[in-house]
């Protein structure tokens, strides 16, 4: 049994924030210039970034946050989707459509069958990773549903492409279920504290194993007590003050890279998005401004410079292209998120395009936010899959569906002693090319193929040699036929 190790310090938290000044433009230019180094930051320089509010030092902020991205990741975007496959629920949390007082929901545990279709449906998209989410309740089987689930995605073979790798957000876990989910061939566990504040946290989870907030806080220490290297953080912003947040989640993040070697794998940073049935959804009690949100990303990426950024379809394709430069590293793209929402995509626009009169991104908002959609709240980027790559081909950055780095064994501290010399850089961009060149050959509809297949040359001559000649060599093979080839 594993009991809370990590307490967060809200005093502390709470004296920064009280001696909150405006800081002047040369204390700023030398934590940037600390930032910069790519060896992150403590508190009282991320409480000083926090409380920039000239715009010439805002840019100086955002220019500084693009150049250790770039130094780091490069110009690659990880691409992933969810893969809801249940909306039992047995939390009553006051954000989320899923809650259980939500009582006109369309409730839904994929069976077998189904989980397949949906499978079946993001392969034949060009995805090779899916979130897999399910909400805090779960049919007779209980938590072997979960882990039957996984086993089926990756057994689902579709032409020729199948699901590589599968994430898990689902509910905290004792250590021994921890276990079994690890022999499940997972990648990362991802789990939200979603607020961080205790007296927020008990206003907004009122009933279920939810409302207690030191279990879901040793999730993380149990998971990673269990074996599991890689997981996932992040908070809900929106529900409280966003730099308090802010500095409560680096502390978290901080407890464990100093208790188990290495920090969080990813950090996510979604907002409130209106969800069926919940008011609070819809009037955030502590809404964060697009430009506070720029900002928080910003000071993310240069506080944790080695952990990967996610940024989901709840926010718009600007706000979503605005971040890549930020320290956005991870994208999911074509969402939905409720269960079969792949498979009912077609029956929620009702066949009806523009030319009927309604575009169907807004029929599959408005199917979102009605209890029959049973989805857990609205996106803001309901783009398929190609126009997002097509997308991000206009912008010159490589989409990467890799996988190769969780069966190669390159995972928690492994990962991060290749991550902090650049080293990762020679295994990751050639990795990116291959794999976005399986993309373009197999998936991609001649327009997106056309200008993915321009860009990867110039892409190759920007690499160092050693990385060059090995995209090279990977690309050669997968224009052979190859498929799943990686270093």
């Known amino acids: 049994m594993v009991t809370l190790s990590f307490t967060l310090d809200s005093a502390s938290i709470d004296s920064l924030l009280r001696a909150g000044r405006r800081p002047d433009a040369a204390q700023v230019r030398q934590v940037l210039a600390q930032a910069r180094l790519g060896r992150g930051l403590d508190d009282a320089q991320v409480a000083t970034l926090m409380n920039i509010d000239d715009p010439a030092l805002l840019e100086e902020l955002f220019a500084s946050a693009a150049e250790v991205k770039r130094t780091i990741y490069g110009n690659r975007l990880v691409i992933f989707a969810p893969l809801y496959i249940s909306n039992l629920c047995a939390n009553d949390c006051a954000y989320c459509a899923f809650s259980v007082s939500n009582r006109g929901l369309k409730r839904r545990a994929l069976r077998t069958e189904e989980i ?201 394709a600007q706000m979503r292209r605005d971040s890549f430069a930020l320290g956005v590293s991870q994208i999911s ?10 498979e009912e995509d077609e029956d929620a626009c009702g066949g009806v395009g523009v030319e009927g009169g309604t575009a169907p991104h807004e029929q599959l908002r408005s199917h979102e936010l009605s209890d029959e959609g049973g989805a857990q709240f609205s996106l803001g980027d309901h783009r398929e899959l190609d126009e997002v790559v097509a997308d991000l081909v206009r912008m010159e950055y490589i989409p990467s569906f890799c996988t190769g780095c969780y069966r190669l064994g390159r995972t928690g501290m492994d990962f991060m002693d290749l991550a902090k010399p650049g080293d990762i850089r020679a295994h990751c961009d050639p990795n990116a090319v291959s794999t976005f060149l399986e993309y373009l050959l197999d998936y991609a509809s001649p327009r997106t193929r056309q200008a993915g297949e321009k860009l990867i040359p110039a892409l190759m001559e920007k690499m160092d040699e050693g990385p060059r000649l090995t995209a090279r060599r990977l690309v050669e093979q997968v224009r052979a036929g190859r498929r799943d080839v990686y270093c």
């Open 333 to 342: 793209a074509g969402s939905r998120t409720n269960p079969g929402g792949y």
């Open 116 to 316: 397949r279709a949906e499978v079946r449906h993001l392969v034949r998209q060009g995805h090779k990773r899916v979130l897999l989410v399910a909400g805090e309740a779960y049919p007779r089987e209980g938590f072997r549903y979960v882990l039957d689930a996984i086993d089926t995605v990756y057994k689902v073979k579709e032409g020729p492409g199948e699901i590589r790798r599968v994430n898990v957000n689902v509910a905290p876990l004792s250590v021994e279920e921890f276990r079994e989910l690890k022999g499940a061939r997972i990648g990362t566990y991802q789990i939200f504290q979603e607020t961080y504040h205790p007296e927020t946290y008990r206003a907004v989870h009122t009933r279920g194993p939810k409302a207690d907030y030191d279990w879901r806080l040793a999730a993380m220490d149990r998971a990673m007590a269990a074996g599991i290297e890689d997981v996932g953080v992040g908070v809900l912003f929106g529900l409280f003050e966003w730099r308090w947040e802010l500095l409560a989640l680096l502390q978290h993040a901080r407890h464990l890279e100093s208790a188990y070697g290495c920090g969080p794998h990813t950090v996510s940073v979604p907002r409130l998005e209106p969800a069926s049935g919940s008011r609070i959804s819809e009037h955030p009690p502590k809404p964060v401004s697009d430009l506070d949100f720029r900002v928080l990303v910003a000071i993310l990426r240069l506080a944790l410079p080695y952990t990967g950024i996610i940024m989901s379809t709840r926010e718009s």
